[in-house]
């Protein structure tokens, strides 16, 4: 076990925290908050807009390669219609892991990794009440390479400390 100390308030965690993500797509913050009511249709891992703009959440994992847990992210990508529907329809289906990926491009900001919204994705369906699983297939991005390669222990407590330095608001 692995006591973290956040270097922004000095709070120490009995254990790293590990897990980020967001509750929205980021098309989601372009709707006026008034509009969003009639506008948004949300489901916690999946939403739609104005009924043509289809989103749902997965797991972006990214491998520590020298620690027994991962640097998880639940991030949102674009989802076609068709597959939108489609994986509601399988939503309650064990064989849902033999679908094909889906296509998509990223609705969520990965901190620390610069601009990472439309980048390439593929959501790879998991068991039963999963999320997909996010796999990054743009090519020599960092988030990608480090998905592909995992990360050093100590560049998982860098990326840790910048996103809480960003939710204790001082960045």
Request: charged share 25%; proline share 6%.
């Amino acid at each position: 076990m692995y006591n973290y100390k956040c270097s922004c308030c000095g709070e120490v965690f009995d254990q790293m925290p590990l897990c980020f993500g967001s509750e929205f797509p980021a098309y989601y913050f372009t709707i006026p908050p008034e509009e969003r009511e009639q506008r948004v249709e949300y489901g916690g891992s999946w939403c739609y807009i104005d009924e043509e703009h289809f989103f749902h959440r997965g797991r972006l994992t990214i491998p520590i390669i020298d620690y027994h847990e991962d640097l998880v992210f639940n991030v949102w990508t674009t989802i076609s219609e068709d597959n939108f529907c489609l994986r509601m329809d399988l939503w309650e289906d064990p064989n849902r892991v033999n679908q094909e990926p889906y296509f998509g491009w990223m609705q969520t900001n990965v901190p620390t990794y610069g601009e990472t919204l439309s980048l390439k994705s593929m959501a790879i369906e998991q068991g039963l009440d999963l999320i997909p699983e996010i796999k990054m297939i743009e090519e020599n991005h960092p988030l990608t390479i480090d998905q592909e390669n995992g990360i050093t222990l100590e560049k998982a407590i860098s990326i840790v400390d910048e996103i809480m330095k960003i939710q204790h608001g001082k960045t």
